[in-house]
């Protein structure tokens, strides 16, 4: 069992958990996941380690509450426990010799983006970081994504808070103006990693993008995470889990990605909704 030592609501649905987790901790690095399992029958999901604590040996986690295990790991509290927290799994973000990167992320992806900043700027390297929202109220880790940042641009759908836009406007405009980066990573919704890739291509940047499609076991025996790459005009079959999650963004067949991503979204939706009338018959009760 994984004690919960930490909580926070981030925004209505965005929430931060720290677990009590040392051997993790231990060999956790930037853009590596964990499998975990709320109970001994619940579901397993992969969700991106958000930063580490190797002295305190706590792992921390964001999630957003979208199905009926995220509900039910939100329900959890502090002195909680999960019953599997499996990792660190996946291979690290590479980040040694690079100079100059913007780091593009949106939505809760941010959250796997900020341990990526975080470990450029430790490394030395002068990090531009562009981060996108809906709306004011889901905005999430701004002072954090601030403090490893040479320069944080803040995006919103709407315009209720900072720029209006979506993050390949400011991108557009920097590389417009004759701005070179060693690279661009990007992590958020599989639209926006599309658009980043097809805004940075005509500039020839390096463009990585951070891959999280169904996933089951983690090592790449199920299937469920395979992806289509194109690469020197063949298509190749990878394992996010185990290739990944991170791959060049100009051979990723987006298109692809977004329907399987698409396929359980209604029996996901539907356990949700089973999850959510439990609970609110147990406060009943």
Known sequence: MYPIVDKKSLNPTVTYMEIQAPFIA??????????????????????TIA?????????QIIFQIVGATTEKLNHLEVGDSIQDFV??????????GLKKVCVVG???????????????????????????????????L????????????????????ARQGNV?????????A??????????????????????????DVPCTVSMNPIMIDGTGMCGGCRLTLHQDGKAVTKFACVDGPDFNGYEVDFDEAMSRGAMYRDFERHAY?????????????
């Open 178 to 203: 004759g701005e070179r980066f060693d690279e661009i990573i990007t992590i958020g919704p599989l639209i926006m990693m599309k658009f980043v890739v097809a805004a940075a291509k005509p500039y």
């Open 273 to 285: 909704e089973e999850a959510c009338n439990l609970f609110k018959q147990e406060v009943k009760a």
């Open 106 to 140: 949106g939505g809760v992806g941010c959250a796997i983006a900020l341990p990526v900043a975080r470990k450029l700027h430790d490394l030395g390297v002068e990090v531009t970081s562009i981060i996108g929202f809906r709306n004011k109220d889901l905005l999430i």
């Open 26 to 47: 231990r060999k956790a690095e930037p853009g590596q996941f964990i499998i975990l399992r709320v109970d001994a029958e619940g579901e397993r999901i992969p969700l």
């Open 87 to 96: 990792g660190p799994l996946g291979l690290p973000t590479e980040t040694e």
């Open 142 to 161: 701004e002072d954090e994504f601030r403090a490893c940042s040479k320069e944080l641009i803040v995006m919103t759908d709407d315009g209720s808070y």
């Open 168 to 176: 390949t406007v400011p991108l557009k405009e920097k590389l417009e």
């Open 51 to 59: 930063g580490y604590d190797r002295e305190k040996g706590t792992v």
